[in-house]
């Protein structure tokens, strides 16, 4: 054979190799973006979206049949009973927390141990991911119709992150119903969003055989895990910057004046409360490794917001509630004063630890108390 049809002859093989490794890795891809939509699909079966609320309760922690964390609870309430309904985030729901260490349920057994011959509901409303934009149509469509006798609420965090457009969580800039903030649905907008980027990727900019292979060698973050080491990460591919304007904060407090006016018009009793949090300047490393919403939920642009940031947004966000509340000459409980920013207090930036939820529960208590709220309630003895 002469030189020349070897040549050609290796030029063949290697042409058909390619070929084939190429159709190889090109099904692979298939398959791997197959069982994704399948993995999304499969997610929104088992948990179906509401319409107007996106996810529920019963979709993060056990509920009762009404689908809120608490005992057994009927539309209509037996004579005599005192009902308390929580809303909130996630830090309300006590995602973190076995329901007796939620702080509903803390304050419900210190009632009931404070007032043995009443009967004392608290039933929590709270819901990862809502905003007060989710409060307020939980209350008009879920709660409003169980009549409660008090009602006690408080979000800022929720607000304030939705001022941000992070790409893997946003279909694009910020608006003000945010309606650009798509949360825990935002991967039903395709695979390209798993990835750590400025700006949103074009589908099929970087394929998930890659992309796989990397994470598993810890090549590459996802913005979808928490754990310290994947956060690391992602804050090592971006930037702090200082943020002094937050573009929420207006829809914040349009929607929590909504909200207290609706549950006031009904005839309730309403308590207004500050968020805890876990900012502050010169955290030491044992509260400063618990943090990650700047850097998983606020990044924009290659950038996170600094802690200084973080605190002075907060702040912000708890004093328009405060203000909301004082306007509409509803108590305010400053929740977040009463909680120290330590790690035995706090699991993450906004999550509490038991210790967290029962300071929440003993402040809201030691005001029903003093209130003497279900003083009146009490049996009359002869």
């Known amino acids: 054979m002469t030189?020349?049809?070897?040549?050609?002859?290796?030029?063949?093989?290697?042409?058909?190799?390619?070929?084939?490794?190429?159709?190889?890795?090109?099904?692979?891809?298939f398959y791997l973006r197959a069982r994704l939509a399948q993995s999304l699909y499969a997610e929104a079966r088992r948990r179906p979206p509401h319409p107007f609320l996106q996810v529920l309760a019963s979709g993060q922690v056990p509920t009762n049949a009404a689908g809120f964390r608490g005992d057994p609870v009927t539309e209509k309430k037996a004579p005599g009973t005192y009902r308390i309904f929580t809303l909130g985030g996630s830090t309300t729901l006590g995602v973190a927390?076995?329901?007796?260490?939620?702080?509903?349920?803390?304050?419900?057994?210190?009632?009931r141990q404070r007032y043995p011959d009443i009967v004392i509901e608290v039933q929590n409303a709270g819901v990862a991911w809502y905003s007060t934009a989710h409060i307020l149509v939980n209350y008009e469509l879920r709660v409003r119709r169980y009549d409660p006798d008090l009602v006690i609420v408080f979000e800022a965090i929720n607000d304030l992150y939705r001022g941000f457009s992070a790409p893997w969580w946003t279909s694009g800039p910020f608006k003000p119903d945010y309606s650009?903030?798509?949360?825990?649905?935002?991967?039903?907008?395709?695979?390209?969003?798993?990835?750590?980027?400025?700006?949103?990727?074009?589908?099929?900019?970087e394929w998930l055989l890659w992309r796989n292979l990397k994470r598993r060698f810890g090549m590459d973050p996802t913005p979808y895990d928490q754990h310290a080491p994947n956060v690391a990460s992602v804050t090592a591919r971006l930037q702090p910057r200082p943020v002094t304007e937050f573009r929420s904060l207006p829809s914040?407090?349009?929607?929590?004046?909504?909200?207290?006016?609706?549950?006031?018009?009904?005839?309730?009793?309403?308590?207004?409360?500050?968020?805890?949090?876990?900012?502050?300047?010169?955290?030491?490393?044992?509260?400063?490794?618990?943090?990650?919403?700047?850097?998983?939920?606020?990044?924009?642009?290659?950038?996170?917001?600094?802690?200084?940031?973080?605190?002075?947004?907060?702040?912000?966000?708890?004093?328009?509630?405060?203000?909301?509340?004082?306007?509409?000459?509803?108590?305010?409980?400053?929740?977040?004063?009463a909680v120290p920013k330590k790690a035995e207090y706090f699991s993450d930036d906004v999550h509490l630890t038991a210790a967290g939820n029962d300071i929440l529960a003993r402040r809201a208590f030691e005001w029903i108390v003093a209130e003497g709220l279900l003083e009146s309630r009490r049996p009359r003895r002869p």
């Open 180 to 205: 650009h903030f798509l949360g825990p649905y935002a991967r039903f907008l395709g695979p390209d969003l798993d990835t750590v980027t400025a700006v949103q990727r074009p589908l099929g900019s």
């Open 252 to 337: 914040f407090k349009a929607y929590y004046e909504r909200l207290v006016r609706n549950i006031l018009a009904d005839g309730h009793r309403l308590v207004v409360a500050s968020q805890p949090f876990l900012y502050a300047s010169g955290l030491p490393d044992a509260e400063r490794g618990l943090l990650y919403y700047p850097q998983i939920f606020c990044a924009e642009d290659g950038y996170y917001p600094a802690i200084d940031s973080m605190v002075s947004g907060m702040r912000q966000y708890n004093a328009t509630a405060r203000a909301v509340a004082s306007a509409a000459g509803v108590p305010f409980l400053d929740f977040e004063a």
């Open 3 to 29: 030189w020349r049809k070897r040549v050609a002859a290796f030029a063949i093989v290697g042409a058909v190799t390619v070929l084939i490794a190429g159709i190889a890795v090109t099904a692979v891809e």
């Open 97 to 111: 927390n076995p329901y007796e260490e939620s702080y509903p349920a803390r304050l419900q057994a210190l009632l």
